[in-house]
């Protein structure tokens, strides 16, 4: 299929062709017959053509005609109707239309007037003004609405003041959120946050971001056919290698081709994991060397942590021995402005936000100071009381539920009558906090000791008893007979023993006297024992 394109002759060879490329460009590029080429072109010019696409490339079927360049302007003629029409058309009212209006319709009192007074009782009418009697009896009748309101409002207040049925159907002190004692809480604990000043916002930490200089020097120590191995190793480690693998046999399996051997490459891989975790630990370490002051310090614990495997070298020890150094520093400083801002919202009356925070000290394990815990413990105690709205007593006793004085905090009062959400909240809380939810008739079950869900062993197994004698056995006790079992044929046994108890002391013969029937209780016993030994 043939092309249009514009080339660029390049050179004129001796055997009659030129040289060409595709204009302002490299490729495409080709011969061309000079037998297409016009009279009057040279090195340089710039021709369009017609090709077609071989498997050689592009061949030039037919060289097009230049087009003249044009040197008068191109404008775009105006055609329009044919009429000459002014520029600018102009219609002016008809004279005498608004004095027919008005008369007939009675909608200005006086045309004598002036047009500015005409002007500004229309702007008066649209404002919705009327004349003075009439706007003195606006206000009259706007005063009396007010005093009805103010009146309404003073009878509202001083039946919500007495105990008995409120405005909205419920009780005092009801589960209702419109209940007068609610709201008054409400609206004295609103206007006591809104007059604390704004706590300074605390700007978060800077997660850990490492560069990657070490990396790229351990990678290049490699030989580059194991590059795409090593940042495989990088990104998940031998597992990841080993996932890697799989998901190339299942695409060479789908398309028909042999499989990849994972022993040498694991091998390979688990023989460069240590040298490439070390230089990943370092530019870790580096990183959270240089941001001691503002990083997170849940990364900087966890290059602390992992410089155990990734500080191999002298270089590295000495690194993590500093960083180690520039954390305590640090968890010390944010220790002391823990304290402080604590302390600060107390000042400040913010319960809640002192309890949260005292929940997440900088330092692991750190308890509070006795005087800064008996200061919290007290705010605590004294917010939640009877005359807290229901809201605010459940929010404070989620921020004690997980502060460290959730034990000392005894709550001055409690609401008389507690809402669902209230009880929801207790109970879902009742096991951090149980005296606190002792107090609302919530009650904890114990907690399960340690390994109460794992499997019970089953049993051993019976023991197999032991198997009888055969028969060949058997004349064995008959040729050895035990004095002790059987009595003598000239012994009797004693009035006074019932023949039972014997047979329950003497040991049981072996196993053929265990299957044996018991004898009969009568004097002859002895004997048939006597005649069956002879």
Known sequence: MARRLEIELTSNRADGKWTWRAAGAKQPKGTLDGGLIPEGVG?????????????????????????????????????????????????????????????????????????????????????????????????????????????????????????????????????????????????????????????????????????????????????????????????????????????????????????????????????????????????????????????????????????????????????????????STRVESEHRSWLNEIAQHLADGRIVRALRLSSRPPKAGSPLPIDMAERLTEAASESLSSDVAQQRWATVLDAVAFSPVRSQVKPHGLPENPNDQLLATVRKLAAKVPEIAALFGVTTSAPKKRGANRRIAPPPPPEIPAAKPSAEEEPVVDEEPVADEKPDADEKPDADESPAEPAAEEPAADGVEEDAPPPPLSASTPQSGAVGND
Do not use: C, F, Y
Request: without cysteine; positive net charge.
């Open 43 to 327: 090195v340089g010019d710039v021709l369009r053509v017609e090709a077609d696409a071989t498997l050689d490339g592009l061949e030039i079927t037919t060289v097009l005609p230049t087009r003249a360049p044009r040197n008068e302007v191109e404008t775009l003629p105006l055609l329009g109707s044919g009429r000459e029409q002014p520029l600018v058309t102009s219609q002016l009212a008809p004279k005498g239309r608004s004095r027919a209006r008005g008369a007939a319709g009675g909608r200005r009192d006086s045309d004598s007037a002036p047009r500015g007074k005409k002007r500004a009782d229309r702007k008066d009418k649209r404002r919705g003004d009327t004349k003075r009697p009439e706007r003195a009896g606006a206000d009259r009748r706007r005063g009396d609405r007010d005093a009805q309101s103010a009146e309404k409002k003073r009878a509202d207040s001083r039946r919500g003041d007495r105990p008995g049925k409120a405005r909205d159907g419920q009780r005092d002190g009801t589960t209702g959120a419109g209940s007068p004692r609610d709201q008054r809480s409400r609206k004295r604990n609103v206007r006591a946050r809104q007059d604390r000043p704004k706590p300074p916002s605390t700007p978060r930490a800077p997660r850990l971001r490492p560069g990657n200089a070490n990396r790229r020097a351990a990678l290049a120590d490699m030989p580059e056919i194991q590059h795409g191995l090593a940042e495989e190793v990088l990104k998940g480690g031998v597992p990841g290698v080993r996932k890697a693998i799989e998901r190339m046999n299942k695409m060479a399996e789908a398309d028909g081709i042999p499989k990849v051997r994972s022993e040498p490459l694991v091998a390979l891989a688990e023989k460069m994991t240590p040298v490439l975790k070390a230089a990943e630990w370092r530019d870790r370490a580096e990183a959270a060397i240089s941001g001691i002051e503002t990083v997170d310090l849940r990364d900087i614990r966890s290059v602390v942590v992992a410089a155990d495997s990734g500080a191999r070298d002298e270089q590295s020890r000495e690194l993590a021995e500093k960083l180690r150094e520039g954390l």
